[in-house]
């Protein structure tokens, strides 16, 4: 699936997933109690706090593409790492608080009655249904960088997996081992724990300004690099500004070159960077003037040529300045006059 930058289709990605969200809430939670599956309930559970907490993403979203003003020059961009940060705490408090629960209670979890076969097919369906919402919202993570969608798209492929593990679950106190189901439960508080820290501490590296991606900035370096006019790549960095990148270059070009012809320079490497780069928001380039070097035959040339314009230097003849009158001038032995 191909995607275009734009908040529009950002948006439509996050409507589809909260809608998404709910349906696996009631759908896991009514299996849950049909059943007597308690794997099956929790995983209802997390879908009812996952929806919610995609509210508070969709609200990021509206935000975050609000175009920037004197205020915020550089725009809303970074209030998707807060929502992420928000989500993440959510999920992982909630699944600990349930983990810790449960494992003081762990006796309880095992049913006289095993779940019914009905529960397998409800796993089964509801792992497949979050898998392919994940390649959905990765696909429209990626090509929007949107960190709030990236995060919503591991939220799903951790439901993928605690499907998987529900599933089994249900499987072997179906067979006998009544404890199963209880601790596919645990199974799954480990893995959204496990998501759920993992989204806030990327998206609060993010907020500390983590760079951009390194082969970027080597592909950035070596455009600039292949201009005839730079001569050196003094210093480059850039930083993550919510779905968007700034770029800081420091680059050293023929001292020679007029302001007029460095700027054309300047500007022509800023369009190529954007063209390359959509994601590139911000370029601040700094130039610094230097002396080009020669090539040795230039420099050998230059000194044969200085040698024989000395005076007195070997080949060379001395020049008397005629006068006026086309003589040349003569001293007197006395005065000093001529």
Not at 67 to 89: D, H, L, T
Not at 140 to 147: F, L, Y
């Amino acid at each position: 699936m191909k995607y275009s930058h734009c908040g529009q289709c950002v948006e439509q990605a996050v409507w589809g997933d909260m809608f998404f969200t709910l349906g696996q809430a009631v759908i896991r939670s009514g299996f849950g109690f049909v059943t007597g599956s308690v794997a099956m309930h929790a995983q209802g559970v997390y879908s009812l706090a996952d929806f919610l907490t995609k509210v508070l993403n969709l609200v990021s979203i509206k935000l975050a593409n609000r175009p920037p003003n004197s205020r915020f020059p550089f725009g809303y961009g970074k209030i998707q790492f807060i929502s992420s940060i928000i989500i993440g705490v959510v999920l992982a408090g909630g699944s600990g608080l349930f983990l810790f629960n449960n494992l003081t209670n762990l006796q309880n979890l095992a049913s006289d009655t095993p779940p019914s076969a009905l529960a397998l097919l409800a796993a089964a369906l509801s792992g497949v249904a979050s898998e392919l919402m994940y390649r959905f919202l990765n696909c429209a993570s990626h090509e929007n960088n949107n960190s709030a969608i990236r995060a919503a798209a591991l939220d799903n492929r951790t439901d993928a997996f605690s499907s998987v593990a529900v599933f089994f679950g249900i499987l072997f106190s179906m067979l006998g081992f009544p404890l199963a189901d209880g601790l596919a439960a645990l199974g799954v508080s480990l893995l959204v724990l496990r998501i759920g820290v993992e989204i806030a501490y990327d998206a609060i590296r993010s907020l500390l300004d983590v760079s951009m991606p390194q082969e970027q900035l080597d592909e950035v370096e070596r455009m600039a690099n292949r201009t005839p006019e730079v001569l050196e790549v003094m210093h480059i960095r850039g930083r993550n500004i919510g779905d968007r990148y700034e770029l800081y270059l420091q680059l050293a070009m023929d001292q020679d070159l007029t302001l007029a012809v460095s700027h054309q320079v300047a500007v022509g490497l800023k369009r190529t960077i954007r063209g390359r780069f959509e994601r590139v928001a911000h370029i601040h380039l700094e130039t610094t003037p230097r002396e080009k070097e020669k090539s040795w035959l230039v420099e050998a040339f230059k000194e044969a040529v200085d040698d024989r314009s000395e005076p007195g230097a070997s080949g060379t003849h001395e020049v008397a300045q005629a006068d006026g009158r086309g003589a040349f001038p003569r001293e007197d032995s006395q005065d000093g006059t001529t």
